[in-house]
């Protein structure tokens, strides 16, 4: 414990791997399971990256994107499977099929940016880098600085505190930051923390200070959105063996403009294609 009540980086980054360790094996065998082709339900698989790093691992270039989309289910955002078939396309292409382990070969990748190429050094190869995905930036945002919320967008002063806490020894790096990212996932969560229950209350600046309210950065709605609209739409595509009807598009969305607004969406994304006879179907789809 420092002077001032906090807790030392080392005291705080101690008490996190160790309370994290246990939970990582469950994680770690419920993923492989689940990469084994047992039947495991997705809610248990907990943590996006890991559900995420499975599910690439089942892709390579020879599938059609179509089938990318088609895994990627609702999880959302499904641009993200686009760029996941493309980055397996680039990877086998210039990396002989290995995932590269540098950030820079990482960041070059399609659809991948500061966090995933982080993560995927730090996770897969072992390597010493600052992972902030958004449960790591509320626990640094509570714990060192005092606010219930980080700010909107990541900032530089972020990436330096959280490079401060990382620990040097490179082999203690990547457990940290899966420590810190499980705190946030578990404990130390958006509108329920467990502060009673958390291994760093007794340096954590936000709970030492008693709660104090901070203004919470917007959430996007999702009810009768453009967002629901594509979703409900592309969910279409994803169900059908093949070419669709415009009429089975449209009896999901009512409302005909934001629809036409939505599909166009969907073809200027390469989440759809539009066929000579009219139909909608996933892309590189038979
Ligand atoms: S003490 Fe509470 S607010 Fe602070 S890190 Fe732990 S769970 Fe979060």
Redesign the pocket.
């Known amino acids: 414990m420092s002077t001032d009540g906090h807790i030392s980086a080392e005291a705080f980054r101690d008490a996190l791997v160790s309370a994290s360790d246990r939970g990582c094996a469950e994680q770690e065998e419920l993923c492989a399971l689940d990469a084994a082709g047992f039947d495991v339900d997705e809610s248990t698989l907990g943590a996006m990256p890991q559900r995420l790093a499975v599910r690439s691992y089942l892709l390579t270039m020879k599938d059609p994107a179509a089938d990318a989309v088609r895994q990627w289910g609702r999880l959302g955002y499904p641009r993200r499977a686009l760029r996941l078939h493309g980055a397996a396309r680039v990877i086998c292409e210039r990396h002989r099929g290995e995932v590269p382990d540098s950030v820079d070969d990482l960041l070059a990748l399609p659809g991948v940016g500061a966090y995933t190429a982080a993560a995927v050094a730090s996770f897969a190869f072992g390597q010493r880098h600052a992972v902030l995905d958004t449960n790591v930036r509320r626990?640094l945002a509570?714990?060192a600085s005092g606010r219930p919320w980080p700010a909107p967008a990541v900032t530089a002063a972020e990436v330096a505190l959280a490079q401060s806490l990382l620990p040097a020894r490179q082999d203690l790096a990547a457990r940290w930051s899966v420590a810190v990212m499980e705190?946030g996932a578990l404990?130390?969560t958006a509108s329920r923390?467990?502060?009673e229950a958390?291994p760093?209350?007794a340096g954590?600046a936000?709970?030492l200070a008693g709660h104090p309210v901070g203004a919470r950065p917007g959430r996007q709605p999702y009810e009768g959105t453009d967002r629901q609209c594509r979703g409900r739409l592309l969910a279409v595509l994803r169900d059908a063996d093949g070419p669709v009807p415009a009429a089975s598009l449209d009896a999901v969305w009512p409302d005909a403009s934001q629809r036409a607004r939505a599909l166009a969406s969907l073809l200027a994304d390469g989440l759809a294609d539009h066929r000579p006879d009219g139909g909608y179907a996933l892309p590189d789809s038979r």
């Open positions: 626990v509570r714990l705190l404990v130390c923390p467990g502060c958390c760093v209350a954590c936000w709970h």
